[in-house]
């Protein structure tokens, strides 16, 4: 039986259990609610929760492990001549084999004995999915009957099925914390690889970006110089450009349709905004390369500046304009969650709407503005396909926007782009990058969360 079906017949189950639990609760308690310890839904969520946990679990930790049990007694049975192979062209064999079992068909004339290994991949296959079938549905009544036989009056079902439940919430929180933290060291691992070949004063003060290692000794230009502060100045030159467009916009359109708006035009005005927000970065990126950037490049050069057919000018526009939403929904919702008391308190004083708005409304919902200003901060920093499009290339250390420059994430893609081989600093100077990359971002939620509480103490 396929996965889908078997899962969606699991589902079905699970619902029966509900209803036979819940209808068990109701016979034995005679119809009164007040004899039960629980709420008869309980009864029905813990007859259910115990048709599908084990037989899930069972099904992950099968499912998990077939394609590797199958692959071991497949090669087993292979001839001895393919088995003696080394573990790399063994590997290719046993690829070969999977593509056959699925259809993919190998180019050349099949061999015989990948032709029989192949049907003996399959046939075990068949009989896997038989066995899960059988295990998992059995497993399923199982705990049905099982639940079923355990209900009674005083049965404590509220509680287990809340000691589940916390458990799963616990378990959740638990894969993003542990998920977070796998990430961290795969990157660390690999950046103190790249700091044993070059050393981290040269790439944290190095002025100078050119990643090409040399081949051979008469390559010409592989200088191999890894110096990071033209990537981290271009980065923020272009966030810095991007935050003076979404800063002020996104935050007066905020006041503007909590404050001003009527409330016919801010159900059309807030949409409107907000999809800047899903528009694809590429299409971002070919604005700014085909109108923003020709603009600005005939503008200066119209009055006499030498501006470079790649700006980080034109890719920070670009970029403001696209993180507006990021700011401005974010900061109107705050806004409108200032209690309305503050502002009649601030009007019963003789202020101004205006004054009210800047001296009570724009305190109180600071937090929430600094977190929206942050997460667009974020946005900008890790934006790649923009700055590809319209600032290009160039490492160049500079504080000129009018000049070509790149950032950090733009070196990252570029430097991982193709075949690359995960032993030369070329290739391990992107997982250095992105571990800076981190601790940045980790500095900007560090001073973030410190204004957040400062000014959340002074206001609630």
Not at 166 to 178: E, Q, R, Y
Not at 279 to 300: C, E, H, K, N
Not at 379 to 390: F, L, S, Y
């Amino acid at each position: 039986m396929h996965l889908p079906t078997l899962l969606f017949i699991l589902a079905l189950l699970c619902v029966f259990s509900f209803w036979i639990g819940k209808r068990r609760a109701l016979i034995i308690a005679d119809g009164k609610h007040c004899n039960l310890h629980s709420l008869p839904g309980y009864y029905g969520y813990y007859a259910s929760l115990w048709c599908a946990i084990p037989a899930l679990v069972v099904l992950v930790f099968w499912t998990g492990f077939e394609s590797s049990i199958i692959t071991t007694l497949v090669s087993r049975e292979l001839p001895v001549a393919l088995q003696s192979l080394p573990s790399d062209r063994l590997n290719l064999v046993i690829n070969d084999i999977q593509n056959l079992v699925s259809g993919n068909i190998v180019s050349g004339e099949i061999d015989p004995a990948m032709r029989a290994a192949a049907d003996h991949y399959q046939h075990l296959q068949q009989i896997s999915q038989a066995a899960l079938t059988v295990v998992v549905l059995a497993l399923a009544v199982l705990g049905l009957l099982l639940a079923y036989r355990q209900i009674h009056q005083a049965q404590r079902a509220r509680n287990w099925v809340e000691r589940v439940i916390m458990f799963f919430l616990i378990s959740s929180s638990s894969i993003a914390v542990f998920t977070t933290i796998g990430i961290v060291l795969s990157v660390l691992f690999e950046a103190i690889r790249f700091f044993q070949a070059v050393p981290i004063s040269d790439f944290l003060l190095g002025l100078k970006w050119s990643p090409q290692m040399a081949i051979r000794e008469d390559q010409v230009g592989s200088s191999g110089v890894f110096g990071a502060i033209p990537l981290f100045a271009g980065t923020m030159l272009i966030s810095f450009i991007a935050m003076l467009v979404a800063a002020p916009i996104g935050l007066m359109a905020a006041i503007y349709l909590s404050e001003y708006a009527s409330k016919k035009m801010r159900n059309i005005t807030k949409p409107l905004l907000e999809i800047l927000a899903g528009i694809p970065t590429v299409v971002y990126g070919f604005f700014a390369a085909l109108a923003v950037a020709p603009f600005i490049r005939d503008s200066g050069e119209w009055i006499g500046l030498d501006v470079s057919s790649e700006s980080a000018l034109a890719a920070g526009l670009v970029m403001g304009v696209m993180i507006i939403p990021f700011v401005s929904s974010l900061s109107d919702d705050v806004i409108n969650a200032v209690p309305q008391a503050m502002r009649d308190g601030s009007y019963a004083l003789g202020a101004t709407h205006s004054e009210t708005i800047r001296q009570v409304i724009i305190p109180a919902a600071l937090p929430g503005i600094v977190g929206g200003m942050l997460l667009a901060v974020s946005r900008a920093i890790g934006e790649t396909m923009i700055v590809v499009m319209a600032a290009g290339l160039s490492a160049n250390l500079t504080a000129n926007p009018l000049q070509a420059v790149t950032t950090v994430t733009v070196q990252m893609v570029t430097l991982l782009v193709g075949d690359q081989e995960f032993d030369s600093p070329k290739t391990l100077a992107a997982f250095a990058l992105g571990l800076m990359l981190f601790v940045t971002t980790l500095v900007l939620n560090v001073i973030a969360l410190y204004v957040v509480r400062k000014y959340r103490e002074q206001y609630e």
